[in-house]
């Protein structure tokens, strides 16, 4: 046990970004221990044998977002970090009994849609160019701290002129797409570009993952371009299983984190920030233990944070007041199957196939998913939701025993709050539910389940420790993105207590396996010693 005053940097969460934070940081000569109240690192990035001989990626899923740099950086793959490319991308089967893949290969990609509407095969890959040029456009930010909002002297505007700078080279059609993209909606985004339903709701899902929106909701259409950046293995868009389950992101950085002398604690929950005089002095942990560092760099969410880890006394009323605004209630709810053979789709019967490769989505039209999302409105988890099902045996069959197989399910919407009930009751009969949705497209597939775990957003809240069950630690939507999160003048990764900083999903540039936010916090934290 640290004596107190030993650290220089103290991280509450051992989440993907906590891990990113504190290997920086101890690269640069501080010492750092991180805190994780789970008895593993990794937050939502983890993998966990919930039945014997079953690992799986209890939360996050997919890597896509993950920053080259930091990869770099932290010489991730030499701490095992590897990943697989997703191929095909997508899988949909239409109820009619076609079907749509979508390819790493783009001439297999263009003759696929070329099967619902030859034009939206000739306007795709001016899609996919127009996209590219936004995306690499956005993804110059992700690694940028964002200026003061309002500015508020010379060196602000100086930041904004750089950033304007970022435009130079994109046309005025482009400039005219990028204010689009981050306030239109994904149906109006693609309804510019495509005429075939089947194209265009394949595409709009990305929009609306994890989203508090349907496909018509304005500001969607940044959630599908937020879901095109990064890639694997430099190939930009491209998403992919990572070996050994998402854990193994996280194991990696620890181990990376480690090496250069981090300290990390598990079963540590911290019950306080300890502040004095208008500075962070360190934590206690729910143990009764303090511990003192120089500086205190938060995992969790904005509103954990600051409402439940903080003196109301320590911080300003009128940016508690906002905090207790920022939202933070989830609609996505993950099922974790154990298979014991793969799902034979009515669409494309025949298995193993490379449907069972690739990301399968169970959503035939724009109008259904934007259906699902009115139920969530009112209070209702979709009767017809949204479904995302990958099967990461098909990658790396050491996840399962020989033969087996494990299928994640993620779905829109399910929301946080219901009307009338609550999860606990309607977890069991929503499950069931979803297995009559995904029985429409695969017949077998209550043959072949042998375990289920369904984790609501409330369940994702109580073991995950995010509030609302929020993927992203908070809404990704105008309001709350870029240098207004987590709220304007406070986007830069410092709080109104000296010496404590956000580090986590709820600064900028949000949610996503993609270790930016730690990686900035780290560059803040050491600018400012």
Not at 6 to 17: A, L, M, Q
Not at 181 to 188: E, N, P
Request: charge should be negative.
């Amino acid at each position: 046990m640290a004596d107190a005053g030993t650290y220089d940097g103290i991280i509450v969460g051992g989440g993907h970004n906590g891990l990113v934070t504190a290997a920086y940081l101890a690269g640069a000569g501080m010492r750092t221990l991180v805190l994780e109240a789970r008895e593993m690192v990794g937050g939502c990035a983890v993998t966990e044998e919930i039945w014997p001989g079953y690992r799986v990626s209890t939360a996050s899923y997919l890597s896509s977002l993950m920053q080259e740099k930091v990869v770099r950086d932290l010489d991730l793959e030499r701490f095992g970090y590897r990943v697989d490319a997703k191929d095909p991308a997508f899988f949909s089967p239409f109820p009619d009994g076609r079907h749509l893949f979508m390819w790493q290969d783009r001439a297999r990609t263009l003759a696929e849609i070329a099967k619902f509407s030859p034009r939206d095969a000739e306007a795709y890959p001016r899609y996919e160019a127009h996209l590219e040029k936004l995306a690499a456009v956005a993804e110059s930010l992700l690694l940028t701290t964002p200026p003061d909002f309002p500015p508020s002297g010379i060196g602000d505007f100086i930041e904004y002129l750089k950033l304007m700078g970022k435009l130079r080279g994109l046309s005025r059609m482009e400039i005219v797409g990028l204010v689009k993209v981050f306030t239109q909606s994904a149906a109006d985004f693609l309804d510019e570009w495509f005429e075939s339903e089947e194209i265009k709701v394949t595409l709009a899902t990305d929009g609306v993952i994890g989203a508090n929106g349907g496909p018509r909701s304005p500001g969607t259409a940044y959630i599908l371009l937020h879901h095109c950046m990064g890639g694997v293995g430099g190939v930009r868009g491209l998403w992919g299983f990572v070996r050994g389950g998402m854990g193994a992101v996280s194991e990696a950085m620890a181990a990376s984190a480690r090496s250069r002398g981090t300290v990390i604690r598990t079963n540590a929950p911290v019950e306080k920030i300890l502040v004095r005089n208008g500075r962070a002095r360190g934590v206690a942990l729910q143990s009764g233990e303090e511990i003192e560092g120089a500086v205190v760099a938060s995992n969790l969410d904005p509103r954990r944070t600051f409402l439940k880890l903080m003196e109301a006394a320590d911080l300003p009323e009128d940016f508690l007041a906002g905090i207790r605004k920022f939202r933070s209630e989830g609609t996505s709810l993950k099922m974790n199957l154990a298979l014991s053979g793969l799902p034979e789709f009515k669409a494309l019967p025949g298995s193993p196939g490379p449907q069972h490769k690739a990301t399968m989505h169970l959503c035939p039209s724009i109008e259904y998913v934007e259906k699902a999302w009115d139920d969530a409105k009112y209070g209702r988890p979709s009767r017809s939701p949204l479904i995302e099902m990958t099967i990461p045996t098909m990658y790396d069959a050491s996840l399962a025993p020989p033969g087996k197989h494990i299928m994640g399910i993620f779905l829109q919407y399910a929301p946080y709050t219901l009307r009338d009930t609550d999860w606990d009751a309607e977890r069991e009969p929503y499950s069931q539910r979803v297995l009559d949705v995904i029985e429409e497209y695969c017949p077998n597939i209550r043959q072949i389940v042998m375990e289920c775990q369904t984790l609501t957003p409330l369940d994702l809240e109580r073991r995950f420790g995010i509030t609302g069950g929020n993927i992203f630690h908070g809404e990704m939507s105008l309001d709350q993105m870029f240098v207004l999160r987590p709220l304007a003048g406070w986007a830069k990764y410092r709080t109104p207590v000296r010496g404590l900083y956000l580090c986590g999903s709820g600064a900028h540039p949000g949610g996503g396996v993609m270790g930016a936010p730690g990686h900035n916090a780290a560059r803040e934290i050491l600018k400012d010693r």
